[in-house]
């Protein structure tokens, strides 16, 4: 849990979780309506 | 012990006649069909010879034996339309909008009391739950007299459609008449409820007895959203209307007559307008009584009142948007020229006006959030950040009430070649409007994250990560809602309407994840210093009153757009409204007339609040005790 602490592995982390969490919400429920996320 | 058993027992009886009152018009209705209905249809299809009319559903595209009269056709005339002299649209719509502001603020209140009166029994604190059953009493004892109003309006309206729309309320009526009597006994039942509840409420307050009254408001709050359900059908039906054939007879189903396209839609929208509109008037309550205060013992009652019914209200007001844009999806989907007219056509601008208040609301809630930081010590720490919030609601909202297109005479039009304006074409488009509401919501989802934690410090091993991870999720929620807006420019429109969704789902992860997260933070944390109930600016409370008169003035607004949508129609598509005010009013027109209603509304309502005061000064006052200040004391006991 220290190294969670640690502010450049929190920010490195906290930015991979949330990122990805946010592109799954994009794509899967643009994809629940029958629509391409990625149509551009 | 044997007391306590009758008491049980007669609370049990009390419950169950409660729950017999909720089913009496459903059983009451259960003959109907079979003896008014149905029987007739039987006997007609018995007897030889005797041809059966049928017709075709105008929505549902079913067939149904024709059971009623078509739609009149009428002509203006004293007969279908008696008039005094005056406009007869403006008398109804004052009666109206008055007896909707009452009902929905009497619907509303009875729901903060069961909330409120739940966190009062499963408080673990015994001062604090004594504290929230007051506040549930104070609340359910401001909406009595309310009450009694709302029934009377609800007449006067009534008279009024008798009156002046006798053709038009007959067929309507018609047409519902399966469930008219429903919603009168409903009515009855609701009544019966509500005082039971109300006056059984000192009999009431201990141990299993507390549970059984608890019940009985959930019954309450079923009748009146059940009244409200019904009254939403009779609007779904003049908007959108189904179970009859293209003449306007009945088909015999008064399911599809109820479940129109739009019902459902209307029925989250207004059920959660209701509690909104109800949080803002109790605040604004609070907030008068604050500042009319004398004593630090009661600034600190109603400061904690008006700050209960603002969190209540908010967290309604925060969805409400996303109901709404749902709303407005259904009516494209069951006419797109509806749609058009409302929000790209003749009532576009009034929707500007919309957006211009729903901005008013979260700014006013903002600033109240960080007014209220100031009762508690610890808090200062956000102050400087503030800044920063204020400079990205106002993006937003500047980015939500741009208008897409503006008002032009035929020389400007022709001089530009064409109604897109070449700079103003590009913006006050749906994908930019979203975002920026959803980054607007999303700021007031942060700044109640700061409130919540603005007196404490956290002390779980891993707060740093906490916090910073707290950070990157909004800033990446931020990107997000901005980016999914851009992107929204480059796609072609059947794809970027579907980017609402994502973009609503990142707010609502914010609110949930944020808000979660920061409670498992906040948990045996250290705390700065207690919360100074009743150390909070007056400018705060004036917040409040604006609230609520911003969110008064906007349903206002919002009814006379949804009515208005229909044009020359009283039921869309099936019975043409041929009275001398059939064409739409001017945007100056129909804002007087709101600001009317509201003004109306406002000032009968302190006149219910004054003689609520008179009954609070009657009651005995027992003793208070406690540090004035320190922790919010009931104002007078009940």
Redesign the interface.
């Known amino acids: 849990?220290s190294a969670?602490?640690n502010?450049v592995v929190?920010?490195i982390?906290?930015?991979i979780?949330?990122?990805g969490?946010?592109a799954m919400?994009?794509h899967y429920?643009?994809d629940?309506?029958g629509?391409?996320?990625w149509?551009? | 012990m044997g007391l306590v058993t009758r008491k049980n027992l007669f609370a049990i009886m009390g419950l169950c006649a409660m729950v017999g009152l909720l089913l009496l018009p459903i059983v009451m209705a259960l003959p109907s069909p079979a003896i008014g209905e149905e029987a007739p249809a039987a006997d007609a299809e018995k007897k030889e010879g005797d041809k059966v009319e049928k017709g075709r559903d105008v929505y549902y595209k079913t067939e149904g034996i024709v059971m009623g009269a078509p739609a009149p056709k009428t002509v203006d005339g004293p007969r279908d339309y008696p008039r005094y002299n005056f406009e007869s649209r403006v008398l109804l719509w004052f009666a109206n909008q008055q007896h909707l502001y009452y009902g929905s603020f009497v619907l509303a209140v009875p729901i903060f009391c069961m909330i409120i009166e739940f966190m009062g029994v499963v408080t673990k604190d015994k001062a604090l739950a004594k504290r929230y059953d007051q506040l549930a009493y104070d609340f359910i004892k401001i909406s009595l007299t309310a009450y009694s109003l709302t029934a009377v309006l609800g007449g006067i309206l009534i008279f009024t459609f008798l009156t002046l729309y006798p053709a038009f309320f007959g067929y309507l009526s018609g047409i519902f008449r399966p469930v008219m009597h429903i919603y009168a006994l409903m009515f009855v039942a609701e009544s019966g409820t509500l005082y039971i509840y109300y006056y059984g409420w000192d009999k009431m307050k201990e141990g299993f007895l507390k549970w059984i009254h608890l019940s009985m408001s959930v019954v309450l709050n079923i009748i009146g959203t059940l009244l409200m359900f019904l009254a939403n059908s009779w609007i779904g039906f003049m908007m959108s209307p189904a179970g009859v054939d293209e003449q306007g007879r009945f088909l015999g189903n008064i399911w599809h007559v109820i479940h129109t396209a739009l019902w459902n839609p209307l029925n989250l929208h207004r059920i959660l307008g209701n509690m909104a509109f109800g949080g803002g008037v109790v605040a604004a309550y609070a907030a008068y009584k604050f500042l009319a205060s004398k004593t630090d013992e009661d600034r600190a009652h109603y400061d904690w009142m008006g700050y209960i019914a603002m969190a209540l209200g908010v967290a309604f007001l925060i969805p409400l948007p996303f109901a709404g844009y749902w709303l407005m999806r259904e009516v494209y989907a069951y006419r797109q020229q509806m749609g058009i007219t409302l929000m790209g056509g003749l009532l576009a601008w009034l929707f500007i006006i919309q957006a211009t208040m729903i901005g008013i609301l979260f700014l006013s809630t903002n600033y109240y959030l960080w007014q209220a930081m100031g009762r508690m010590r610890g808090a200062e720490k956000y102050q400087r950040y503030i800044k920063y919030l204020v400079f990205l609601l106002a993006c937003g909202y500047m980015v939500f009430i741009t208008p897409h297109t503006m008002v032009m005479t035929p020389a400007e039009l022709k001089a530009m070649g064409g109604q897109q304006h070449p700079v103003l074409g590009n913006y006050g488009v749906m994908s930019a409007k979203n975002g920026g509401i959803n980054v607007i919501i999303t700021t007031t989802v942060l700044s109640f994250v700061w409130y919540m934690r603005g007196n404490k410090v956290s002390t779980v091993s891993w707060a740093k990560f906490g916090n910073i991870f707290m950070g990157v999720f909004f800033a990446c929620a931020y990107i997000n809602i901005i980016g999914l807006a851009v992107y929204g420019y480059y796609i072609p429109a059947n794809v970027r309407v579907g980017l609402s969704v994502p973009q609503v789902a990142t707010t609502l992860s914010c609110l949930f994840f944020m808000f979660a997260l920061n409670g498992v933070m906040m948990k045996g944390a250290k705390q700065m210093g207690p919360i100074e109930w009743g150390k909070i600016s007056a400018r705060s409370q004036y917040a409040l009153i604006m609230l609520a008169t911003a969110f008064t003035w906007m349903m206002g607004l919002m009814g006379y757009i949804r009515s208005s949508v229909r044009l020359f129609w009283h039921v869309n598509e099936i019975m043409r409204d041929n009275s001398p005010w059939a064409y739409t009013h001017t945007v100056g027109f129909a804002a007087n007339m709101i600001s009317f209603n509201v003004l109306f509304f406002w000032v009968s309502i302190l006149f219910v609040f004054w003689l609520g005061s008179l009954a609070a000064k009657k009651a005995p006052v027992e003793a208070k005790a406690g540090v004035p200040g320190a922790v919010p004391q009931p104002a007078a006991s009940h």
Do not use: E, K, R
Request: charged share 10%.
């Open positions: 849990m969670l602490n502010p929190a920010v982390v906290s930015l979780v949330a990122v969490y946010f919400v994009d429920l643009m629940m309506q629509l391409d996320f149509y551009l």
